[in-house]
């Protein structure tokens, strides 16, 4: 597999003085074409059927909350998972090795779909079979369909978030943990104040790209009656027998989704000292 | 859980489900097939509009790939799944035809295809970018067409910068024919979920569909890593 390049720094370009920045943007073609997407857009709006709006805008509203706890929340449960499954490939003992690379390579090479349903059908189903289970505290949560959810999508994003850990563990420079040692810190001082660290600090650069990564993996809980964005489009779908409308609409919450996440994400990037 | 599993129900004959499910896996990998070969042209063309085009033809590609990155690959097969068939059947009405049903492998193939392109884009247009501009113009210096050029020495040096990529898309191909299951096509995902469903034996099914990807990414990861070290010859070792 092509190891993710994490050693070149990603840098915020200079900023540039105002009217410089906004010139690309009045070439005449993209002129045109900014024209014509705003046709298209007025189009949208006036000939279409929008009227199912107004009284969806609160559900659709919650989908939208469930779709960014979810990703909020398995994104963090993931990545403080696929910190141990990192350093283990890197320095654990050999059965422990084995484990956490044969938990990548599974979870990489099978579908995320094919999880989630193994996860929802074959542990409900199991869950299901015992009463101490059904009388314990849990069951009311376990009777719900979003644990199964959270569960798929926080493996999923700890063993590819793992895989660029075990890069980021391994390329630490062997001089700096040399260095350390030879200050006299003992071995779990050497990990906890400069491998660890260091090892963090070079994964973050990929990080973004796999929230965006996360985020366009959310939409499968749909699939196991979880009521995020997706599934509360689908459902209007269902009850305005509407093809495109509420199609489009998803896809601009996306778009506005994804470059949010990238100019947030991008922000926070500018401001960890690249440190090289 | 391991004794209660009854394995006599991945029997390949009619009472086992062995055979629909390795016929669903076919499916799969043909699907896959076809809308990587089909992402592999998209994306030859978008970098060539990328890197070679006008400013229209550039702007439209970046839009292309600005939306296929940003938007879930389930909401985009489900797009590209009802434009396209909506499309083709008002042509078809226009050409004074009866609406047709299109066959659900190319339909399939389509999709995929279009999603894969967008990525397929930036792979070969950075690969493309890599190869020395100084080759390119010796290519042109000698009087080749730009065709020629694109065929003789464009595609063969960018080729091992590009196999990296291209073998990440092939694997990412493979998995997102399971999202197919959701608009219906019977592929191996939804074959197995009927099978698990009609016998109630989730693990078993479930895990045994499991091993058939997993064969699939580890077999073609090999062939992949051979095919990378065949094009790789004589280059310096990869940084």
């Known amino acids: ?276 | 859980m391991i004794d209660a599993m009854d394995f006599s129900l991945l029997a390949l004959s009619s009472p086992g489900w062995g055979g629909a499910l390795l016929a669903g896996f076919l499916r799969s990998v043909e699907l896959a097939a076809g809308g990587y070969l089909l992402g592999l042209v998209i994306g030859l063309l978008g970098a060539t509009a990328k890197l070679y085009g006008g400013r229209v033809l550039r702007d439209i590609a970046e839009i292309y790939t600005l939306l296929i990155r940003a938007v879930p690959e389930l909401v985009l097969m489900l797009l590209f799944y009802y434009v396209g068939t909506d499309l083709l059947n008002k042509l078809m009405g226009a050409m004074g035809r009866e609406g047709i049903d299109i066959d659900g492998l190319s339909a399939g193939i389509l999709v995929i295809g279009l999603v894969q392109g967008g990525y397929a884009t930036e792979v070969i247009r950075g690969a493309i970018r890599a190869v020395p501009p100084g080759q390119i113009e010796a290519a042109l210096a000698f009087g080749m067409s730009p065709l020629k050029v694109l065929r003789r020495v464009t595609l063969p040096a960018m080729t091992p910068h590009a196999l990296p990529g291209m073998a990440n898309l092939w694997m990412i191909a493979t998995k997102d024919t399971a999202l197919l299951a959701v608009i219906g096509f019977s592929e191996l995902t939804l074959v197995t979920k009927q099978a698990a469903a009609a016998t109630r034996e989730y693990f078993l099914f479930f895990i045994a569909a499991g091993l058939l990807y997993l064969a699939l990414t580890l077999i073609s990861n090999l062939g992949l890593r051979w095919l990378e070290r065949r094009a790789r010859r004589g280059l310096p070792a990869a940084a």
């Open chain 1, 1 to 276: 597999m092509p190891d993710i390049d994490i050693d070149t720094p990603i840098r915020p370009a200079p900023a540039l003085p105002l009217r410089a920045r906004l010139a690309p943007l009045l070439m005449p073609h993209r002129l045109v074409m900014a024209g014509l997407a705003l046709a298209a857009l007025t189009a949208i709006i006036t000939q279409m059927d929008w009227s199912w709006l107004p009284g969806y805008l609160p559900k659709i509203g919650h989908g939208l909350l469930v779709t960014l706890a979810l990703l909020v929340s398995s994104v963090a449960a993931g990545f403080a998972l696929a910190l141990p499954l990192g350093a283990v490939q890197v320095t654990g003992p050999a059965p422990l090795r084995w484990l956490a690379t044969g938990f990548c390579t599974v979870i990489r090479g099978t579908p995320l779909l094919l999880q989630l349903w193994l996860i929802y059908y074959g542990l409900g189903a199991l869950f299901a079979q015992f009463p101490e289970i059904r009388g314990s505290w849990l069951w009311p949560y376990l009777r719900q369909a979003w644990p199964y959810g959270f569960l798929t999508l926080t493996l999923s994003f700890a063993a590819y978030q793992g895989e660029v850990m075990r890069g980021a563990f391994a390329g630490v420079p062997r001089g700096e943990l040399e260095a350390a040692r030879a200050f006299g810190m003992p071995r779990m001082m050497v990990f906890r104040r400069v491998w660890f660290p260091r090892a963090v600090h070079r994964a973050l650069p990929t990080l973004a790209g796999e929230i965006i990564l996360q985020l366009k993996a959310t939409p499968l809980v749909a699939t196991i009656t979880v009521t995020d964005l997706y599934a509360v489009i689908t459902r209007v779908r269902q009850a305005t027998y509407l093809t495109y409308e509420p199609l489009l609409l998803l896809i601009a919450i996306y778009l506005c989704l994804s470059g949010t996440l990238t100019l947030v994400l991008r922000w926070l990037e500018a401001r960890v000292p690249s440190g090289s």
